[in-house]
T-cell receptor, first 112, second 113 residues
Framework: DSGVTQTPKHLITATGQRVTLRCSPR?????VYWYQQSLDQGLQFLIQ???????AKGNILERFSAQQFPDLHSELNLSSLELGDSALYFC???????????FGPGTRLLVL | AQSVTQLDSHVSVSEGTPVLLRCNYS??????LFWYVQHPNKGLQLLLK??????LVKGINGFEAEFKKSETSFHLTKPSAHMSDAAEYFC???????????FGKGTTLSVSS
């Protein structure tokens, strides 16, 4: 158990809908990272937050957004969902910089 | 830009035999390198991490990896495979800014009895 929690575990929704994925980091970690794992793209970095501020962006679509709250939990919002957004979404947390990132169990999103 | 290449998409071994999963990296600076493992329907677990303190890095569950700068390699080894080692293994480099992990495409390890 990494100490990073993600909810929900599974999500099934329809095209065009909007969903919110939630992540709670390990105690003491200020950084939260979001990754997407899909069969065709593999594991890709989406976005990083550090202590409530956006720190870095990767291959994140404009339809996707994230935020980190004062209690350090983070939410990833996915809107106008398409079939291709079906994937496993991971949250990781860490202290920032070159340090280790610890991953949550993931949220499996299926868009029908 | 940093990148990692996992040279085998699938490796099959028998229980009790050695495991070798190969990874080459590309980086313009001295990188931090990781191996993560993903068991079926599970999250990603850190196996080990290299940060330039020692070229031979020991990880969990008997795995180790050797950083070879001259070969730009970071291969993962284990002397004796166990059935529970069957999983997907990812070689990972962190970008210079320390903001993102860059994953290889993964190697599926199968272990037969």
């Amino acid at each position: 158990d990494s100490g990073v929690t993600q909810t929900p575990k599974h999500l099934i929704t329809a095209t065009g809908q909007r969903v919110t994925l939630r992540c709670s980091p390990r105690s003491g970690d200020l950084s939260v990272y979001w990754y997407q794992q899909s069969l065709d793209q593999g594991l890709q970095f989406l976005i990083q937050y550090y202590n409530g501020e956006e720190r870095a962006k990767g291959n994140i679509l404009e339809r996707f957004s994230a935020q980190q709250f004062p209690d350090l939990h983070s939410e990833l919002n996915l809107s106008s969902l398409e079939l291709g957004d079906s994937a496993l979404y991971f949250c990781a947390s860490g202290t920032g910089g070159q340090e280790t990132q610890y991953f949550g169990p993931g949220t499996r999103l299926l868009v029908l | 830009a940093q990148s990692v290449t996992q040279l085998d998409s699938h490796v099959s071994v028998s229980e009790g035999t050695p495991v070798l999963l190969r990874c080459n990296y590309s980086s313009s600076y001295s990188p931090s390198l990781f191996w993560y493992v993903q068991h079926p329907n599970k999250g990603l677990q850190l196996l080990l991490k290299y940060t330039s303190a020692a070229t031979l890095v020991k990880g969990i569950n008997g795995f180790e990896a050797e950083f070879k700068k001259s070969e730009t390699s970071f291969h993962l080894t284990k002397p004796s495979a166990h059935m529970s080692d069957a999983a997907e293994y990812f070689c990972v480099v962190i970008n210079q800014a320390g903001t993102a992990l860059i994953f290889g495409k993964g190697t599926t390890l199968s272990v037969s009895s």
